[in-house]
Structures are given as structure tokens and as C-alpha cells.
């Protein structure tokens, strides 16, 4: 690599377009899927455009343990593919660049994205996706209403489930109710309405939400039935201290805390090997970098010139779901307690590990 440090600084100065590229290309392919869910934030939620791209912001950021990999494929197969079709790899050669002198930026490379993709699964997707959870958690209480589908039973609320035959978005007025409250298990309540009205906490936005039942009964089944009349009810949805409690997901949790909760005896026995299957995850999508910078490198060098330079990208793709096929079926495997966490997850990355240096050596012959 010293010797042929001209070598080195050209092929990295390649590759770092390509990938911030790929991280650009695959971030708003990932947020075309979730168009739709976007879409209904706006129309239904109608949340600000300033919210919106908060909640894209946070999203691409959980996003990234899964980018990175797929990126780095796109950036080695895109430099190689293209040097491969413009004869640059036999100038190389002629020159006296030996083999190892055009893999080693790859590699290195791939070890710094390794580095990256650590860092980023274990600290800043967590705290991506965290507040991503906070921040959807407060529009569902700042738009309830839009939390409530008509003619669909509601469980989103503390400890109830909300029935509206009719439902104003806007307005937050509510038809026909029907609410099922079991914060009392040996007395629930059932509570009819014809209709309600969504009043949000003005001062305190996000915080907490209150339903005002008009002209309903409540009745109440325990030792007998209780039917009571009222003008008035108030219910409130949501609780703001158990929203401030609320656990964090797996995939909120950094690297000191899953290792805490995977450590910790009282953890239940499910949570713990949601957790450790968490952990194996982070690790391996990191490690993949490694094992598609090889794949990248064996394929980027196959020299075909009728597949044209933008074979690189269709490869990449290729290679993508492939990958992402095996991966989800071992995940499954694990889930289903047909093979361990440490196992199952990395198998994929063992598998095209072997692949990619089957296809680097043919290469190379």
C-alpha cells in the first residue's frame, strides 16, 4: 500500500463519492416505502412540514445500520466495475500494481465503514429511533382523533379501547362511542356516548389529552350491573407520566444497556433472547461491510464490457436482496428457537464471506 500510495489515494478518492451517493440513493428509497405512512401524517395527523422532516430526519437515522453495508456494496462494485470496463485494472497491472495493492484500499475502506456502522448501530440509530418513538408518541397525543380509525376499535390508549362510529379528524369530534375501561380488572367499565369531543392540553402540547363524553351511560358490572346516566364525562387517553416511563424498545437501546438487560437474571427469559438476538444484529450488519467490500472487489473486477457501467448498480441491488433473503430466514430460524442468536445471525455473513473469496480468487486466476 506505501509502495503504491498514488494507487491507494486514487481508488479510496473513487470509492467515498460512490458511497456517500449509495447512502443518499438507498436513504430515499428506504423513505419511499414509508411514503404512504408520511402521507398520512400530513393529511391525517396534519402535522407542520418543519415535524415532518424532524420525523424523516429521525428515520433515516435508524435507518443507517442497515445503509451502511448496502452503500459500501454499491460504492466497491461501482469504482471496480467502472475501472474494470474502462481497461483501467490491465493499465494497472502492466504498470507493475500488484494484486494486493488494488484490494487493500477496498479492505481498508470496509474497515473504516466496520468502525462507523459499530458506532452507529450501538449509539446513534438507538437514539434515532428513540426519539423518533417520543416524537410520534406526542403527535398521538396532540392528534388523538387521528389516532382513532372510524369503525375500527382503538388500543393505542392507556388501559382502553375506544370505538367511534364517526370520527372528525379536525374538529375532534367523535360519533357513536364506545369505550371498554379496564384500568380497574375487577370492575371494568363500559361506557356508551353519542357522541364526544377530543380536547388536547393547550399549554402543555403533546402532554396529555382528554375525551369529553356527552349525554352517555356507564355502566359497571362487578358483584351486580350498575347503569349510570351523565351529562358530562371526562376520560383521560393519555397518561404523560407513563409516557415519560415508557421502555424504551430493543431497538432504542445502546450497547451499555442491552448488555445490562441481557446480563441482568431478573430480565425475563423472552426479553433476554429478544436482546441478545438485538445484539448479534448490530454486530453482525456491521460486519458485513467486511464481507461485501470482498464481494464488491471479485465482482467490480469481472471485465464485461456488454454489461455496461451501470451493471455496478444492478449487481449491488442484487446482491442486496439476496442477502436480505437469507438474512430474514435465519432471523426466522432463531425466532423460532430452531437455532441460536450467535449462530443464526451470522451465518448469512459467513456464507458470502466464503462466496466473496471463492469469486476474489477466480478472479484472479
Not at 504498470?95 to 481498508?108: D, Q, R, T, Y
Not at 473504516?112 to 406526542?138: C, D, H, M
Amino acid at each position: 500500500m506505501l509502495k503504491n500510495k498514488r494507487v491507494f489515494i486514487y481508488l479510496v478518492t473513487e470509492m467515498l463519492p460512490s458511497f456517500l451517493l449509495g447512502v443518499l440513493v438507498f436513504i430515499c428509497i428506504l423513505l419511499m416505502f414509508q411514503a404512504l405512512r408520511l402521507t398520512e401524517f400530513i393529511l391525517v395527523h396534519g402535522i407542520k412540514w418543519t415535524v415532518l422532516l424532524k420525523i424523516m430526519g429521525f428515520m433515516s437515522i435508524s435507518f443507517l445500520p442497515m445503509l451502511l453495508p448496502m452503500s459500501l456494496l454499491f460504492a466497491v462494485l461501482m469504482t471496480y466495475n467502472r475501472l474494470s470496463q474502462d481497461s483501467e485494472i490491465i493499465a494497472f497491472r502492466s504498470a507493475g500494481v500488484n494484486s494486493w495493492s488494488l484490494i487493500l484500499p477496498a479492505v481498508i475502506f470496509a474497515v473504516l465503514v466496520t468502525f462507523l456502522s459499530t458506532q452507529t448501530s450501538y449509539y446513534l440509530a438507538p437514539w434515532g429511533n428513540r426519539q423518533f418513538e417520543v416524537l410520534i408518541n406526542k403527535l398521538g397525543n396532540t392528534k388523538a382523533a387521528a389516532s382513532i380509525k372510524e369503525g375500527t376499535f382503538s388500543e393505542s390508549f392507556f388501559d382502553l379501547v375506544v370505538y367511534a362510529n364517526k370520527v372528525e379528524s379536525k374538529s375532534g369530534s367523535l360519533t357513536n362511542l364506545f369505550i371498554y375501561d379496564e384500568k380497574q380488572p375487577d370492575a371494568p367499565l363500559t361506557i356508551i356516548a353519542p357522541e364526544g369531543q377530543i380536547i388536547p392540553d393547550e399549554t402543555h402540547p403533546g402532554h396529555s389529552v382528554l375525551l369529553r363524553l356527552l349525554r352517555g351511560q356507564i355502566h359497571r358490572k362487578a358483584e351486580s350491573h350498575t347503569v349510570i346516566n351523565f351529562e358530562s364525562y371526562d376520560i383521560l387517553l393519555n397518561d404523560p407520566i407513563k409516557l415519560e416511563e415508557r421502555q424504551k424498545s430493543a431497538g432504542s437501546l445502546t450497547l451499555h444497556e442491552l448488555n445490562i438487560l441481557r446480563e441482568n437474571p431478573l430480565t425475563p427469559a423472552e426479553q433476554r433472547f429478544d436482546f441478545n438476538i438485538e445484539f448479534h444484529k448490530r454486530s453482525a450488519l456491521a460486519f458485513a461491510c467486511l464481507v461485501f467490500s470482498l464481494i464488491g472487489v471479485a465482482f467490480g473486477l469481472v471485465n464485461n464490457r456488454r454489461s455496461g457501467k451501470s451493471s455496478g448498480f444492478i449487481l449491488s441491488v442484487g446482491f442486496i436482496i439476496l442477502y436480505w433473503i437469507v438474512y430474514l430466514s435465519f432471523e426466522s430460524a432463531v425466532r423460532g428457537g430452531n437455532l441460536p442468536p450467535w449462530l443464526g445471525i451470522w451465518i448469512p455473513n459467513f456464507l458470502f464471506m466464503v462466496f466473496g473469496i471463492y469469486r476474489l480468487k477466480k478472479a484472479w486466476d
